[in-house]
């Protein structure tokens, strides 16, 4: 078994791959890759991601035809979906706090004090849990992509598709909470993909406010 890439090998290697093979990831590094997706962080754990790994065939044409026809969805073995919940923080959370607490991550007063927070913190975003839900979302997809590339594995983001055609596919047609944030489509290159290089980093990186450009 090859040995996993380090994390900033596998930042500087990894790029979105256009045509996969259709070779199979073995079940076990698969729910490696699963595990250390969701081993991302998220707004005060509360997860709120929900992830649906499409395989079956005829799922992954309905979702290729919800992404505009992408056939990476199609041609890799496994796409990643990845919903976010945006009513997660206002549901039960009780497993959440019990395995905190388990574990001694969390005290009693930190559960408790989680209790009476989310609620209100989830209240007072109002129109954008959704956009809070999705950034969680987006930070498990980031880790799924590194993730994969460090296993000999590649990516490639998908953000072109039909939200409601999605969820049909995914089966949440009826939850109106969840939004879908991004497609992932994983397997292995078929082809190689070179750098396509980077703005110097005094082009859009800054110090304390626009304008004052970072040097090295």
């Not at 929900?50 to 796409?79: F, H, S």
């Not at 839900?133 to 598709?161: P, Q, R, Y």
Request: with cysteine.
């Amino acid at each position: 078994m090859t040995l996993p890439l380090d994390v900033p090998t596998a930042i500087n290697q990894r790029r979105s791959i256009k045509n996969f093979t259709t070779a199979p990831i073995a079940p076990e590094l698969l729910k490696t890759l699963v595990e250390l997706t969701v081993a991302a962080p998220s707004s005060f754990n509360i997860q709120d991601w929900r992830i649906i790994l499409v395989q079956d065939e005829a799922q992954k044409a309905a979702l290729a035809e919800a992404a505009w026809g992408q056939k990476q969805i199609i041609q890799a073995p496994v796409t990643f979906v990845f919903a976010a919940d945006a009513a997660a923080g206002g549901g039960e959370l009780t497993p959440i706090y019990e395995q905190a607490l388990s574990t001694g991550a969390w005290s009693e007063g930190t559960v408790k004090y989680f209790q009476q927070a989310i609620p209100g913190f989830q209240k007072n975003l109002g129109e954008k849990t959704r956009e809070y839900a999705i950034k969680d979302a987006m930070i498990a997809a980031t880790h799924l992509v590194l993730a994969a590339e460090s296993l000999g594995l590649s990516s490639c983001f998908l953000n072109g598709w039909i939200e409601d055609k999605v969820k049909a596919v995914i089966g949440a047609a009826d939850h109106p909470h969840l939004a879908i944030a991004v497609v992932v489509p994983i397997g292995y290159a078929a082809e190689p993909r070179l750098n396509p290089g980077r703005l110097p980093l005094d082009y859009n990186v800054f110090v304390d406010r626009l304008g004052n450009p970072y040097q090295i």
